[in-house]
C-alpha cells in the first residue's frame, strides 16, 4: 500500500542577499555541508532534511530577516558557543537550559535567527 500525507520534511529554506557570504557562514561557523547547488539556491546536508539557502531576487526588494526558530542539533552547545563567540559570531543571550535541554540563539548575516539546541533527554 503506497502511503500518502506527509512523510519527512525535505527542506527549511530561508532568503539571503548575499550567497558568498552566507555559504561561507553557514560553512566555516555553522559546520554544514553542501549537499546540491543550482544557481542561486543552495542546500545543506542534515541527512534525511536539508536546509536551504536561496538569494532573493532584487525585484522582490531586500530581505526581510526571520525570527522562525530553526532547531540545529548538537552534542555540545558549550563548545559550539565558544567557537561562534572567538569568530565573532552573533549570539542572542548565552546558552539557555529548559528541561529537555540547551538552547542559544544564533543570527546570521542577513539578520534570520535560529536555536542550537542539545537535548538533555538522551
Given at each position: 500500500m503506497k502511503k500518502t500525507g506527509i512523510t519527512n520534511i525535505y527542506a527549511v529554506w530561508v532568503y539571503i542577499a548575499d550567497i558568498?557570504?552566507?555559504v561561507d557562514f553557514y560553512t566555516k561557523h555553522i559546520g554544514l555541508t553542501e549537499k546540491y547547488r543550482e544557481d542561486d539556491w543552495i542546500e545543506f546536508d542534515l541527512g534525511t532534511t536539508s536546509f536551504a539557502i536561496l538569494k532573493r531576487p532584487a525585484e522582490d526588494g531586500l530581505v526581510?530577516?526571520?525570527k522562525t526558530?530553526?532547531?540545529?542539533?548538537?552534542a555540545d552547545i558549550a563548545a559550539?558557543?565558544?567557537r561562534l563567540l572567538a569568530?565573532?559570531?552573533k549570539c542572542i543571550g548565552g546558552v539557555r537550559e529548559e528541561a529537555y535541554g540547551y538552547l542559544l540563539t544564533v543570527e546570521d548575516p542577513d539578520g534570520h535567527w535560529f536555536e542550537l539546541f542539545q537535548n538533555k533527554r538522551i
Amino acid at each position: 500500500m503506497k502511503k500518502t500525507g506527509i512523510t519527512n520534511i525535505y527542506a527549511v529554506w530561508v532568503y539571503i542577499a548575499d550567497i558568498r557570504r552566507s555559504v561561507d557562514f553557514y560553512t566555516k561557523h555553522i559546520g554544514l555541508t553542501e549537499k546540491y547547488r543550482e544557481d542561486d539556491w543552495i542546500e545543506f546536508d542534515l541527512g534525511t532534511t536539508s536546509f536551504a539557502i536561496l538569494k532573493r531576487p532584487a525585484e522582490d526588494g531586500l530581505v526581510i530577516p526571520s525570527k522562525t526558530r530553526i532547531m540545529f542539533e548538537t552534542a555540545d552547545i558549550a563548545a559550539f558557543y565558544s567557537r561562534l563567540l572567538a569568530d565573532g559570531v552573533k549570539c542572542i543571550g548565552g546558552v539557555r537550559e529548559e528541561a529537555y535541554g540547551y538552547l542559544l540563539t544564533v543570527e546570521d548575516p542577513d539578520g534570520h535567527w535560529f536555536e542550537l539546541f542539545q537535548n538533555k533527554r538522551i
